[in-house]
């Protein structure tokens, strides 16, 4: 699997609109680990890539290929760069912050409170009723 011209041009522009290119840039190819076998333990598949002004490190293994790692660790500089220096929240974390909203557990206040409007919700059914025991 290649990538598209397109996409390495945009990718590029992107880099370039961050300051990221030249010397701003340190980038490594290291031993890969994990899953694999022998072969990915002797290749030098994973790229680590630093943002020098920034601090930024990132380090890519998704793929097998050195040119597909190359790609998605140069696009994942661009996201958090982005995110650190316009605090644009991605897509990824508005799900994650989702997420972490609907398991977080209410607090003994919160549930008071919505045991209260329960109780109040019913009382008000409850005289909507036509009245029993008339004969």
Same mark, same amino acid.
């Given at each position: 699997m290649s990538i598209s011209k397109e996409k390495l041009e945009? +990718? *590029?522009?992107r880099l370039k /609109?961050?300051?990221?290119t030249g010397p701003n840039l340190i980038e490594k190819f290291v031993l890969g680990s994990g =899953?694999?076998? @022998?072969? &990915?333990? #002797?290749?030098?598949?994973? &790229? !680590?890539?630093k943002h020098v002004?920034?601090?930024? *490190? &990132?380090?890519? @293994? =998704? *793929? %097998?290929?050195?040119? +597909?790692? %190359? !790609? !998605?660790?140069? #696009?994942?500089?661009? *996201?958090? +760069?982005? /995110? =650190?220096?316009?605090?644009? @929240?991605?897509a990824k974390d508005k799900l994650m912050h989702k997420v972490r909203k609907q398991k977080k557990? %209410?607090?003994?206040? @919160?549930q008071q409170k919505l045991v209260d409007d329960k109780r109040h919700l019913s009382q008000k059914k409850a005289l909507r009723k036509p009245p029993s025991g008339l004969e």
């Open positions: 945009e +990718l *590029e522009k /609109k961050l300051g990221a =899953k694999g076998g @022998q072969k &990915v333990n #002797k290749t030098t598949s994973c &790229v !680590y890539l002004p920034t601090g930024i *490190e &990132v380090k890519c @293994q =998704k *793929e %097998r290929s050195t040119v +597909l790692n %190359r !790609y !998605y660790a140069r #696009k994942m500089l661009c *996201e958090k +760069l982005e /995110k =650190k220096l316009h605090d644009i @929240q991605s557990r %209410r607090s003994r206040r @919160q």
